[in-house]
């Protein structure tokens, strides 16, 4: 089930020399309810990539969302990109499931939570 996703972000950055990963701003990994290492599907708005890799802090405030490593190739800074986690759930988890889904502006400020992944904020 989808347990998190910050919705069309803005690419910051992209470093191929990094070893890997997407740095996200801090603030916006908490919002989405995201952990250090944890693994994210990053999906470019602009151009159909889709890569899945692991999240990693960045400055809090900053509105960071650098794309590292190998997938650096697959995007580029300005780009809008979806970045979604996955998780499993039993039966009595669902009754209470919800996804957290961090709409933000163009500079990658949340500018509202909500549960609905379906709604596009403008």
């Not at 191929?16 to 995201?34: F, K, Q, R």
């Not at 996804?99 to 949340?110: E, F, G, I, L, S």
């Amino acid at each position: 089930m989808l347990k998190s996703k910050i919705h069309r972000a803005t690419v910051t950055d992209c470093d191929v020399d990094y070893i890997g990963s997407i740095t996200i701003d801090t603030e916006l990994m908490a919002g989405a309810d995201l952990l250090v290492n944890e693994q994210v599907h990053v999906w470019d708005v602009d151009n159909g990539e889709r890569f899945v890799t692991y999240a990693i802090e960045g400055e809090a405030g900053s509105g960071a969302m650098q794309v590292n490593g190998a997938a650096a190739h697959l995007v580029e800074p300005g780009h809008k990109i979806i970045v979604a986690s996955f998780g499993t759930y039993d039966e009595a988890d669902l009754e209470r499931y919800a996804p957290v889904v961090v709409h933000v502006d163009d500079a990658n400020q949340p500018i509202a939570i909500d549960d609905r992944p379906e709604v596009l904020v403008a």
